[in-house]
């Protein structure tokens, strides 16, 4: 059974720091994803990682993926009140190219000015 | 944004009543999938398709049934509503390299 295991779970930060999510999963898999959630909506895609080492950027987000560790990397650098929000990373069912995401619970973000 | 929308966007039913939820896409994408969010889980895998009529189950599906007669209809199904379902319920489309896009999510409240 594929595990997501995201950490922390809650983050209170300024603004203007420099912070990171990471993402742990249990078994084998090249496609990960991360997304952000505002309070009472639906999920936006941010990144999809497809290989190992892949890293990719969208303003003050960075996302990275090793595959060997299992493990992803959510960056925020000089974070905004504009970022606050629920980030989750979502991996791949194994077995089959269309099964269906495993997520993580979420880390919640709040940010401070 | 990707063109999928939900039915109802709220509901309030009893407890033994059916339910049914639609999910609708003008994408014509292959691939569909029910999942359900509750505090401190994230969200969690229904039902998913990958074409007319071609359905599996997912992590939670006890308790559910979907159907899918059109590309662009992927609909799912509270046989016996109980308060255990009392959740948010989003639908997506997409697949593999591609992201899943989600739709605007379906808030369901069983008294």
């Known amino acids: 059974e594929l595990k997501v295991e995201q950490n922390p779970l809650f983050l209170s930060m300024q603004e203007g720091k420099n912070y990171t999510i990471y993402c742990n999963y249990s078994?084998?898999?090249?496609?990960l994803y991360w997304y952000r959630q505002d309070p009472g909506k639906s999920l936006e895609s941010l990144f999809v990682?497809?290989?190992?080492?892949a890293v990719k950027q969208e303003g003050r987000l960075m996302a990275s993926l090793d595959t060997k560790a299992r493990l992803s990397t959510l960056h925020i650098t000089a974070a905004v009140h504009d970022l606050s929000a629920t980030y989750f990373c979502?991996?791949?069912?194994?077995?089959?190219?269309?099964?269906?995401?495993?997520f993580g619970k979420g880390t919640h973000l709040i940010i401070q000015p | 944004d990707a063109g999928i929308t939900q039915s109802p966007r709220h509901k309030v039913t009893e407890t033994g009543t059916p339910v049914t939820l639609r999910c609708h896409q003008t994408?014509?994408?292959?691939?569909m999938y029910w999942y359900r969010q509750d505090p401190g889980h994230g969200l969690r895998l229904i039902h998913y398709?990958?074409?007319?009529?071609?359905?599996d189950k997912g992590e939670v599906s006890d308790g559910y049934s979907v159907s899918r007669s059109k590309t662009e209809d992927f609909l799912l199904t509270l046989e016996s509503a109980t308060s255990s379902q009392t959740s948010v319920y989003f639908c997506?489309?997409?697949?593999?390299?591609?992201?899943?896009?989600f739709g605007p999510g379906t808030r369901l409240t069983v008294l």
């Open positions: 994408e014509n994408h292959r691939y």
């Open positions: 990682l497809l290989s190992n080492g």
């Open positions: 979502a991996v791949d069912i194994p077995g089959g190219g269309a099964d269906g995401l495993t």
């Open positions: 078994t084998t898999s090249d496609r």
């Open positions: 997506a489309i997409g697949a593999g390299e591609d992201t899943q896009y």
């Open positions: 398709s990958y074409g007319v009529k071609d359905t």
